[in-house]
Every structure is written in structure tokens, then in C-alpha cells.
């Protein structure tokens, strides 16, 4: 069995969208092919952590230290401490050139625009800060936990004190287009909520996305304990998957991306000596799914017609001549649980039909102890599907 690093969020996403391709990341270590747009966000990063680190508050800021965090304006700076100080213009410029890096870049053309964009989005966010004064209490902040078992860590890029004493966790993102859905849905934020919550007293009252080019901080609410449930159940099953070394390629758009195609037994090409006979393999493989098909078709049409016949003189048994063909009913249930969903969560009742499989439905339908006409409107979003088919039984000698 494998040792399991701490899962960062980024580790985790590439685990769920493909574990060979983590294996090669974080077992194997090959490195990846640098590229213009993740060497744009570490800069941009470097420069906003260089940018506000100036500006947080030291005091109190862990649990347990007992001493309550002070504003920027009744900050004095303590013994040690440098007075929060801003960055002029020009500094955070000379910072952005010095931290700058044409690593990836896939012209001179795409590295000059995105260093003319990153230099907008510089002017632009000292401004907004200088505008808008957070609280900061930590950048760029290395932060790890034990959650329920499992190891998890990450750098959460700004922590602000909110104005009623809690904590807003700000996560930066350079890229293109950004929503309201991006943050609300972010596993990411949720996974920094969860760190922040382990390792500081006070609660986290707001989770930001904040969209550089547009300079919009994308505020969404702290997650609820049944969101953070279900992803710590995805984290579970890759922690239990890592564990296993369970590294099967799972192909998909993704792949696009991926540095490792020429090791992924997906993409690797047929060894020129067994070309043609693995071709006339296919070829067979081919003619035979073709033929599959035209025998399902004709099987369907064949029952149908039996069906009909069955229907029309009301019969469920016809001999043929060597089995006869039995006609069997199955009946199954369906519920549409949207508009009733909020009724349940109103009632406290959401947990009882949690996966919405029809069985959990049925069950709460028929319990005498929930609400009548609650049951009633359940039980009207059913519906009721029946399904015929038949099998061949030996015909009596
Ligand atoms: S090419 Fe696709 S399937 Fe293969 S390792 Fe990369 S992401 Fe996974």
C-alpha cells in the first residue's frame, strides 16, 4: 500500500480527472512542459503576496493566542514588527519586473501581451486596495489539517478579517471568465474553508474568488456542512484510490492538455509487427459489432410483433416450436423530487430521500408518521412504468 501526501486541491483534481496522470506528477515526478499562462499567474501571485504582505496584521491571529486582531489604524507596529506600509506604484512595478519570467511563452507577441495585462491588473488591484483597505492576516499562507483522517493542505492566498470579526478567504485567479456559479460551486474554496476552520479560532464568513482581469471580487458564503460532506467524500475515495495505486488512465477532453501522452497506454501507438494482425482483429471486431446490431434491431421488431399479437388475443404464452415464448410484466416507479425537494428541506425531511433513488420515495410515501397531504404531494410526482418482455421457456416434450 501506498504512502499518502497530504492532498492539496490541485492534487486532488488531477487524482479525480485522471490517476495515471497523477501518478506520473506526484509518484513518478515528471515535470510538465512550462506554459506562458501558469507562468503569468505565479508572477502576478509573487508580486500581489510582495504587494499586501507588507500589510497584514501579525497580531493575533492564530487560535489560541488569546489576544484579539487589531485594524490596520490601531495597529502599532510591535518590537520586530515593521509598520504596515503600501507600496508605491512604482516599487510594485519594479517588483513586477524583477519577478517576471518569459518561461513558456509561446511567442514574443503572447509573452508582451500578457505583460502589458498583468501590468494593468497590478494598477489596477493597488488601487482597489487602496480603495477598498481589507484587513489582511496572512498571504500566501501554507496551511494543513487533518480532516476527519485525511491529510489535506494548501496555500490560500489572502486571509482578510472581516468587519464583524470573522474571516474571508480570498483565493486570485488570472483567467479568462469567472462566475458568481464559479465561486459558489469552487471545491477549492470550500477546501480552504476547511483549512482556515482548523487553523484559526475565528469562523470564515465569506469565500472569494477574486477575477484579476476585472479586478471583481466573486463573494460567495461559507459552505454548508452537507457540501463540505460530499466533497469530503470525494476526498476519500482518492486518498482510498492512492492508496490502492489504482493509476488507470481515464481519457477525456483533459487529455488535450496532458504532457504524459506519450507514456499513457492510451496514446501509445501499435508496435509496427503486430499491425496487421491486430488490423484484421478490428476489421472482424467491426463487422461482428455491425452485426450485433442488425440482430438487436431485428430482436426488437420480433418481440414487438409478438406484443402485439399477445395483446390482442390476451395471451401470455405462445408455443413455437421448439420453446415457448413466456410474457413477462415488470413495474417500476418513478419520482420527479425537484418541486418537491424544498418542501422536504422545509420539513427536515431531505435526509430521508437523500440519493432520490424511488425506493427511498416509496418508503417515505407510505410512512404513516410524515405528513399527510406532505406524502400526498410526494406520491403525485410519481409515476408508474411498466415493461414487457419475454423469455424463452422449453416446450413441454
Ligand atoms: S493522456 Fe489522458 S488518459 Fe493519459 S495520462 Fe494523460 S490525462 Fe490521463
Redesign the pocket.
Given at each position: 500500500m501506498a504512502s499518502v501526501p497530504a492532498l492539496s486541491y490541485s492534487s486532488f483534481r488531477t487524482y479525480e480527472?485522471?490517476p495515471?496522470?497523477w501518478r506520473?506528477l506526484y509518484v513518478d515526478r515528471l515535470p510538465e512542459a512550462p506554459r506562458g499562462y501558469f507562468t503569468f499567474g505565479r508572477v502576478i501571485h509573487s508580486v500581489l503576496e510582495e504587494l499586501v504582505a507588507p500589510l497584514v496584521v501579525p497580531a493575533g491571529k492564530r487560535a489560541g493566542e488569546n489576544d484579539r486582531q487589531r485594524t490596520l489604524d490601531e495597529w502599532h507596529p510591535a518590537p520586530g514588527h515593521a509598520a504596515p506600509r503600501w507600496m508605491t506604484e512604482e516599487e510594485m512595478l519594479r517588483a513586477y519586473d524583477t519577478a517576471w519570467s518569459s518561461e513558456g511563452y509561446t511567442s514574443a507577441e503572447e509573452e508582451s501581451r500578457y505583460r502589458a495585462l498583468g501590468r494593468e491588473i497590478l494598477l489596477g488591484y493597488l488601487d482597489a486596495l487602496r480603495r477598498e483597505r481589507p484587513l489582511p492576516v496572512a498571504v500566501e499562507e501554507h496551511l494543513e489539517a487533518r480532516w476527519d483522517g485525511i491529510p489535506v493542505h494548501g496555500y490560500v492566498d489572502r486571509i482578510d478579517r472581516t468587519p464583524a470579526g470573522g474571516l474571508e478567504v480570498v483565493d486570485y485567479k488570472t483567467s479568462r471568465d469567472l462566475s458568481n456559479e464559479d465561486a459558489r460551486d469552487s471545491d477549492q474554496l470550500s477546501l480552504y474553508q476547511v483549512l482556515v476552520e482548523n487553523n484559526y479560532a475565528e469562523p470564515v464568513e465569506g469565500l472569494t474568488l477574486y477575477h484579476l482581469r476585472s479586478l471583481t471580487p466573486l463573494r460567495s458564503a461559507p459552505r454548508e456542512r452537507s457540501t463540505l460532506v460530499g466533497l469530503h467524500d470525494r476526498l476519500g475515495v482518492a486518498l482510498d484510490g492512492i492508496r490502492a495505486e489504482a493509476f488507470e488512465?481515464?481519457?477525456?477532453r483533459?487529455?488535450a492538455r496532458?504532457?504524459?501522452?506519450d507514456?499513457?497506454?492510451?496514446?501509445r501507438s501499435v508496435p509496427p509487427a503486430e499491425g496487421a494482425r491486430l488490423r484484421t482483429l478490428v476489421d472482424r471486431f467491426e463487422s461482428l459489432r455491425a452485426e450485433e446490431n442488425r440482430l438487436e434491431t431485428e430482436l426488437r421488431r420480433t418481440a414487438e410483433e409478438l406484443h402485439r399479437a399477445a395483446e390482442e388475443l390476451g395471451i401470455h404464452r405462445v408455443p413455437g416450436s421448439r420453446s415457448v415464448a413466456v410474457r413477462r410484466r415488470e413495474e417500476a416507479w418513478q419520482f420527479s423530487l425537484d418541486p418537491v425537494r424544498p418542501l422536504l428541506e422545509r420539513s427536515g425531511l431531505a435526509s430521508r430521500v437523500g440519493s432520490g433513488t424511488p425506493e427511498e420515495v416509496r418508503r417515505l410515501v407510505r410512512d404513516p408518521t410524515v405528513d399527510a397531504e406532505l406524502r400526498r404531494k410526494v406520491a403525485e410526482t410519481g409515476a408508474r412504468r411498466v415493461k414487457w418482455y419475454w423469455e424463452l421457456e422449453d416446450a413441454a416434450p
Amino acid at each position: 500500500m501506498a504512502s499518502v501526501p497530504a492532498l492539496s486541491y490541485s492534487s486532488f483534481r488531477t487524482y479525480e480527472e485522471c490517476p495515471l496522470r497523477w501518478r506520473f506528477l506526484y509518484v513518478d515526478r515528471l515535470p510538465e512542459a512550462p506554459r506562458g499562462y501558469f507562468t503569468f499567474g505565479r508572477v502576478i501571485h509573487s508580486v500581489l503576496e510582495e504587494l499586501v504582505a507588507p500589510l497584514v496584521v501579525p497580531a493575533g491571529k492564530r487560535a489560541g493566542e488569546n489576544d484579539r486582531q487589531r485594524t490596520l489604524d490601531e495597529w502599532h507596529p510591535a518590537p520586530g514588527h515593521a509598520a504596515p506600509r503600501w507600496m508605491t506604484e512604482e516599487e510594485m512595478l519594479r517588483a513586477y519586473d524583477t519577478a517576471w519570467s518569459s518561461e513558456g511563452y509561446t511567442s514574443a507577441e503572447e509573452e508582451s501581451r500578457y505583460r502589458a495585462l498583468g501590468r494593468e491588473i497590478l494598477l489596477g488591484y493597488l488601487d482597489a486596495l487602496r480603495r477598498e483597505r481589507p484587513l489582511p492576516v496572512a498571504v500566501e499562507e501554507h496551511l494543513e489539517a487533518r480532516w476527519d483522517g485525511i491529510p489535506v493542505h494548501g496555500y490560500v492566498d489572502r486571509i482578510d478579517r472581516t468587519p464583524a470579526g470573522g474571516l474571508e478567504v480570498v483565493d486570485y485567479k488570472t483567467s479568462r471568465d469567472l462566475s458568481n456559479e464559479d465561486a459558489r460551486d469552487s471545491d477549492q474554496l470550500s477546501l480552504y474553508q476547511v483549512l482556515v476552520e482548523n487553523n484559526y479560532a475565528e469562523p470564515v464568513e465569506g469565500l472569494t474568488l477574486y477575477h484579476l482581469r476585472s479586478l471583481t471580487p466573486l463573494r460567495s458564503a461559507p459552505r454548508e456542512r452537507s457540501t463540505l460532506v460530499g466533497l469530503h467524500d470525494r476526498l476519500g475515495v482518492a486518498l482510498d484510490g492512492i492508496r490502492a495505486e489504482a493509476f488507470e488512465p481515464t481519457p477525456g477532453r483533459h487529455c488535450a492538455r496532458c504532457d504524459f501522452r506519450d507514456r499513457c497506454p492510451e496514446f501509445r501507438s501499435v508496435p509496427p509487427a503486430e499491425g496487421a494482425r491486430l488490423r484484421t482483429l478490428v476489421d472482424r471486431f467491426e463487422s461482428l459489432r455491425a452485426e450485433e446490431n442488425r440482430l438487436e434491431t431485428e430482436l426488437r421488431r420480433t418481440a414487438e410483433e409478438l406484443h402485439r399479437a399477445a395483446e390482442e388475443l390476451g395471451i401470455h404464452r405462445v408455443p413455437g416450436s421448439r420453446s415457448v415464448a413466456v410474457r413477462r410484466r415488470e413495474e417500476a416507479w418513478q419520482f420527479s423530487l425537484d418541486p418537491v425537494r424544498p418542501l422536504l428541506e422545509r420539513s427536515g425531511l431531505a435526509s430521508r430521500v437523500g440519493s432520490g433513488t424511488p425506493e427511498e420515495v416509496r418508503r417515505l410515501v407510505r410512512d404513516p408518521t410524515v405528513d399527510a397531504e406532505l406524502r400526498r404531494k410526494v406520491a403525485e410526482t410519481g409515476a408508474r412504468r411498466v415493461k414487457w418482455y419475454w423469455e424463452l421457456e422449453d416446450a413441454a416434450p
